[in-house]
């Protein structure tokens, strides 16, 4: 089970700072053994990728700005979002995946599936 949680309330203001926490119940190891992805999807788009972190590597996505960073505490199974600099653009439902095996090229694609996935987050940026 993997439960999205806020560290802050889902609206925020232009420029703020956003926090959120991806933590994941009834694995052990699950954070530190499995790709995760954070996944956003802003009003009328489709899934985007943003970032992703595996082992102890990296990965996010050029087309994004960059201003959002990924951490995961493998301890507490928990996997972090932060974004600063938050704009209107920003403004979507952000959720944290997991898909076992996928190949690290693809890490950033979205897959036909995935074997964690959190219940989806709101977070709007407004003035």
């Known amino acids: 089970q993997v439960q999205l949680q806020d560290a802050v309330p889902g609206l925020v203001k232009p420029s703020q700072t956003l926090s959120l926490t991806c933590s994941v119940f009834?694995?052990?190891?699950?954070?530190?053994?499995?790709?995760w992805t954070w996944i956003r999807q802003s009003p009328g788009k489709g899934l985007k990728c943003m970032r992703a972190i595996y082992s102890d590597s990296i990965y996010y996505s050029s087309h994004l700005r960059g201003h959002t960073s990924i951490s995961r505490d493998n301890a507490k199974n928990t996997v972090y979002l932060q974004m600063n600099s938050l704009s209107p653009e920003d403004t979507a439902v952000y959720y944290c995946?997991?898909?076992?095996?996928?190949?690290?090229?693809?890490?950033?694609?979205?897959?036909?599936?995935?074997?964690?996935w959190g219940q989806g987050t709101q977070v709007t940026v407004s003035s």
């Open positions: 009834g694995g052990s190891n699950t954070t530190s053994c499995y790709p």
């Open positions: 995946a997991a898909r076992f095996g996928v190949a690290l090229t693809d890490i950033l694609k979205i897959q036909s599936s995935y074997n964690y």
